[in-house]
Nanobody
Framework: QVQLVESGGGLVQAGGSLRLSCAASGRTFSSYTMGWFRQAPGKEREFVAASSWISWSDDSTYYAESVKGRFTISRDNAKSTVYLQMNSLKLEDTAVYYC???????????????WGQGTQVTVAS
């Protein structure tokens, strides 16, 4: 069983930055695809970014078009932690952000077996 705990959310002005962290328990963190999803009020949860394991020191990263060039996902396998660096934040980035662990198609929710509780990100004008 993998448990995921997100942190780092908060209130930020448009154009600002935040870094989300997701700490995972369990000894097989490095082999998981780690994803970030978000859900805005009244909307369905959507894919944001993912990191799929290639080797202990290498991974492949994927991004939704809406965040490409602004967000960066990274992982520290030694710390069993995945990060989401969010720059140039926009009002439309306001959402609850969820960390997830799984395997398979990185942008599909059903690929992820384990989910965190979510952390709120609010971007204000």
């Amino acid at each position: 069983q993998v448990q995921l705990v997100e942190s780092g959310g908060g209130l930020v002005q448009a154009g600002g930055s935040l870094r989300l962290s997701c700490a995972a328990s369990g000894r097989t963190f490095s082999s998981y695809t780690m994803g970030w999803f978000r859900q805005a009020p009244g909307k369905e949860r959507e894919f944001v970014a993912a990191s799929s394991w290639i080797s202990w020191s290498d991974d492949s990263t994927y991004y939704a078009e809406s965040v490409k060039g602004r967000f960066t996902i990274s992982r520290d396998n030694a710390k069993s932690t995945v990060y989401l660096q969010m720059n140039s934040l926009k009002l439309e980035d306001t959402a609850v952000y969820y960390c997830a662990a799984g395997s398979g198609t990185y942008y599909r929710e059903y690929s992820y077996d384990h989910w965190g509780q979510g952390t709120q990100v609010t971007v204000a004008s």
